[in-house]
């Protein structure tokens, strides 16, 4: 099954504030837009991205909605040569001075976007500037989240990192370097999470679109809405954490 991540979708509450901090301190160009009578996605993405990239797709409702957080998902990681220059740019450029570097052990940064979205940047020596890297989400059993990802999306344990405290496990498709990864964060402390909803999903991309659904079905996924609920243009599942994940077709 083929199964790169294609995008990842964050709620926003003021459209045109969430661009402009996006196109003015990424230089992500708009990729693609969708305007429906109750709401608006937007897509951006760097304007050199590899082909295999994901991109960021931007919700705004038109109802005037706020957004809760929730600690289920944690950031969207983006990729620069430099994070330290990377940093000391966006502090210049008036971005809120959250996580340094330093206070990172020199390995990366966060900052976070106008809705509050947490923005992690990590230094990588391939992929555009400020491509999306990785999407954290926070995993209540790391065994069968991992399995989750390899039955069902037949995705890789491609780097993992297992501290005192909590672990971390990078899960990915046969796909190119450029692609993003899901970084799967676990606590050892048997804590919970809650969704929220300012997140929304993370979305795979196939080429058939009935046959992907199928073998989701096959492998015994959750049949949350099915492609012919969504008008045959995408479907959902959901892990076994409740997270989101959209089927479409490219």
Not at 2 to 25: F, G, K, P, S
Not at 106 to 115: N, Q, S
Not at 139 to 148: L, M, N
Not at 195 to 200: C, L, P, T, V
Request: net charge negative.
């Amino acid at each position: 099954m083929n199964a790169v991540l294609d995008h990842v979708m964050m709620r926003v509450e003021d459209l045109e504030a969430a661009l402009d901090w996006y196109q003015t301190h990424f230089d992500y160009e708009e990729t693609g837009r969708w305007e429906a009578d109750t709401f608006t996605n937007v897509f951006l993405a760097p304007e050199d991205r590899h082909e295999d990239s994901a991109q960021l797709e931007l919700t705004y409702n038109h109802d005037g909605r706020s957004y809760e957080m929730g600690d289920a998902w944690g950031h969207i990681a983006v990729r620069v040569d430099d994070v330290y220059d990377a940093y000391e740019e966006l502090m210049d450029a008036g971005v809120e001075d959250y996580r340094d570097p330093d206070s990172c052990g020199g390995r990366y940064a966060f900052v976070k976007d106008p809705d509050g979205h947490e923005i992690e940047i990590v230094q990588r020596d391939h992929g555009a500037r400020w491509s999306l890297d990785h999407t954290m989400v926070r995993v209540e059993d790391a065994d069968a989240t991992i399995g989750w990802y390899a039955r069902k999306l037949e995705y890789d344990l491609v780097r993992r990192s297992e501290m005192d405290d909590f672990a971390l496990y990078f899960m990915k498709p046969d796909a190119a370097e450029e692609a993003m990864s899901m970084e799967l964060t676990y606590n050892y402390d048997g804590r919970s999470y809650e969704i929220g909803d300012a997140w929304g999903h993370v979305a795979v991309r196939t080429d058939d679109l009935d046959e992907a659904w199928d073998t989701l079905m096959d492998r015994r996924a959750e049949d949350y809405r099915d492609p012919e609920s969504c008008d045959n243009r995408y479907a959902f599942t959901k892990t076994n954490d409740g997270h989101e994940i959209e089927v479409v077709k490219r």
